[in-house]
């Protein structure tokens, strides 16, 4: 407002001297709230949450749904507001992207207030969780694992105090029954009957909370081969969407496809459950598999007159309404939820019929492309908890989208990163959070300290390494001497010293230290500007801002990266699961 007031007066033909005084008014005003550098801060804000600059001045009509809700965050973010509100922020981010929002919001300075299903998120950027149940707020200090344990933790003690409150009041009785018409016994008596009163059990309410119960129960049990592709490429609108995928899957695998662009990893599992057809390659389902799908965009699925009962029966083999409706009790539709249109649904209501669909389908192998988004922690972690338990002991098979980190760790046995169409790792969740084999791996799986070199020396495993401010040390095979390396060492495995480290003479400033739980946590500032973050355990040495320090770490915990793409891509070797 003050900006186009401005405007307007400095484009009046007839600028009066009292025009001059109000614009001198607004100028003052515009640069108090710092109105020249707010092009530039929205620009910046535009650009972490990925949206491409030839947009920034695109009308909003003009963007996807996902576009749309990344633009509305920035608009939340921009201007350092005093209180930010924050509804359901991860979603339709991409893991990086979070990353940096959790980073963004742990630097903000005001009030934040956030709903979000995401755990790891909530442990990251809350210091304090609200449990709202039985229609109150109650506020716990800490984050949600911190809440979650000392809410149990309460719930387990004022069982035992009930425990030994109900022993003691047996024994009242006890002694009040048997001595209450003795004489010489009666003062005892009446005493105790006192005593008895004034006993009060701890109220234990169970949670207002109801949460469906999921059951997947596969028709036939799973043969040994389940998929295999190859060479499977898709282009769309000139863009190499797919580029030469290979891979197998067999039974009881895990396997979690994460990465930056979360279309290509949708487009994969249409192509994959046959409604769209690859450019190139070739895929081949196992004789014993039948496939269920939960979609990422799942708007078209409701898009009918059916109501919730008339819209699962199409998808069962068996037409029995109380047959169907046992599904859709499972998932807490109930009575006349049944007769509920499903146009008109919630987007946690559509999730829920959707499982019901995989549920009553019988299948074998289950395709999740962001199936949780919409399901609070609680059913969240009990969809978990039942795909362990169906893949242990039926050796079903399920492939996962995610854009939670946490959900990728505990789901898969193996993590697969896609960039730019193609795998860029695959392996272990141990494997690449502890040995990244690219760039992309090492700053997507978040905080890794990322350091550009150049290999000197070299004596069998040994590198020694020159970097733009100092000498470091690490071990790597396959490298040349002049080989320009990416070098990436987790904050847990980098060290501060006061004092010289033989190999090292990589220097910077303590910029800041502070404990989070049990962690001290430090950000070192080096020369060029560049950040440097350190995690170390309770008892290391608290340097006071501006120190001096030595940056060191183990040489097998560094990990070597090659940068030339065709190195890059020989030391992966073939991006194959199996």
Known sequence: EVMDEKDALYANPDFSEEDGIRAAELESEFAEMNGYDAEFQAQQLLNALEIPEELHYAPMSGLDAKQKVRVLLAQALFGNPDVLLLDEPTNNLDIRTVRWLENYLMDFENTIIIVSHNRHFLNKVCTNICDVDFGKINMYVGNYDFWYESSQLLVKQMKEANKKKEEKIKELQEFISRFSANASKSKQATSRKRALEKIQLDEIKPS???????????????????????????????????????????????????????????????????????????????????????????????????????????????????????????????????????????????????????????????????????????????????????????????????????????????????????????????????????????????????????????????????????????????????????????PENTHLSDKPVDGFTLKGIVKDQIYVGSVLKTIVELPNGKEVKVNNHPDATVYPDGTAVSVYWEPDKAVVIHTKEDKMYDAIEDAVLK
């Open 208 to 490: 207002s909370r109801k949460y469906p119960y999921i059951d997947f129960r596969p028709n036939r049990e799973i043969g040994n081969e389940v998929l295999t592709v190859e060479g499977l490429s898709k282009t769309i609108d000139g863009e190499k969407i797919l580029d030469n995928l290979t891979f197998t899957l067999g039974r009881e695998d895990k396997v979690a496809f994460v990465g930056g662009n979360e279309f290509a990893k949708t487009i994969l599992f249409k192509i994959l459950i046959g409604e769209m057809e690859p450019d190139e390659g070739t895929y081949k389902w196992g004789v014993t598999t039948s496939q269920a799908y939960f979609p990422k965009d799942f708007g078209g699925e409701f898009d009918n007159d059916y109501n919730i009962t008339e819209w699962l029966t199409q998808y069962s083999e068996e037409k029995d309404v109380t047959y169907v409706r046992g599904f859709l009790g499972r998932m807490l539709f109930s009575g006349e939820d049944g007769v509920k249109k499903v146009a008109v649904l919630s987007g946690g209501e559509k999730v829920r019929c959707l499982l019901s669909k995989m549920m009553i389908s019988g299948a074998n192998v289950l395709l999740l492309d962001e199936p949780l988004g919409a399901l609070d922690l609680k059913l969240r972690k009990q969809m978990q908890v039942e795909l362990k338990r169906l893949q242990k002991k039926l050796g079903i098979t399920f492939v996962y989208v995610t854009h939670d980190q946490e959900e990728a760790l505990t789901m898969s046995d193996r993590i697969a990163v896609m960039h730019q169409g193609h795998f860029e790792q695959i392996g272990t969740a141990k494997e690449i959070y502890e040995n990244p084999q690219t760039k992309f791996v090492a700053s997507f799986i978040g905080e890794s300290n990322i350091f550009e070199a150049n290999v000197d020396t070299i004596e069998g495993t040994d590198l020694g390494l020159t970097m733009e401010n100092g000498k470091v040390r690490a071990k790597g095979e396959g490298f040349v001497k002049e080989e320009i390396v990416y070098i990436s060492v987790r």
